[in-house]
């Protein structure tokens, strides 16, 4: 209804403040995110190469090479959370701040009757219990579904390029 409306309409606004905020932050958690999307697939692809060097092989210590390139794939994957997970954080906290900063600057052009009123008073006080994470959790709502629908889209790419029966599988 009319709350749906003003989610859509408040994307703009609330993309414009998070960049505003931290530009440095919002590329960090892109890139980073960018680049955990491509994990599940860097995983299958090393798992279709382990699986074909194994029906290859000769010796044993031919494949050695793939418990360590696991090990760096999950260290990579660590390393990727864990600055995600600072510059989220601190995006986090900078986004609040921001937006209570700004509600602070709107409620002191207010005059005094303003405060009286209950509606505008109930307003300032949703908007004020809001601030902390709301416009944040929007930005993370939309980076968490670009990711699942890029990784889903690539991890579907391989896996039909191998056998595109086993994509009818994946769904």
């Known amino acids: ?8 309409s408040s994307w703009p606004r609330v ?3 998070i960049w ?16 955990e999307a491509l994990i599940p697939v ?13 029906q290859a092989a000769t010796d044993l210590s031919s494949l050695l090479i793939f418990p360590l390139l696991f090990g760096g794939l999950a260290l990579f994957s660590l390393l990727l959370t864990t600055l995600q997970g600072y510059w989220q954080t601190s995006l986090e906290q900078r986004v609040s701040n921001a937006f209570n900063l700004q509600l602070m600057e709107k409620s002191g052009t207010l005059a005094l009757q303003d ?23 929007f930005f993370t709502q939309l980076i968490s ?11 579907m790419g391989v896996l039909v390029t191998w056998r595109p ?3 009818l599988y994946v769904r």
């Open 145 to 155: 579904a670009v990711s699942g629908a890029v990784s889903l889209v690539l991890l």
């Open 115 to 137: 405060f009286e009123d209950p509606e505008v008073y109930n307003r300032l006080q949703l908007a004020t219990r809001e601030a902390t994470g709301r416009p944040y959790q």
């Open 15 to 17: 993309l414009r403040l």
């Open 20 to 35: 505003r905020t931290s530009p440095g932050g919002v590329l960090g958690i892109l890139i980073s995110t960018a680049l």
């Open 1 to 8: 209804g009319r709350e749906g409306m003003t989610v859509l």
């Open 42 to 54: 860097a995983q299958v692809v090393l798992l279709g190469m382990t699986v074909n060097a194994v």
């Open 165 to 167: 029966i086993v994509a």
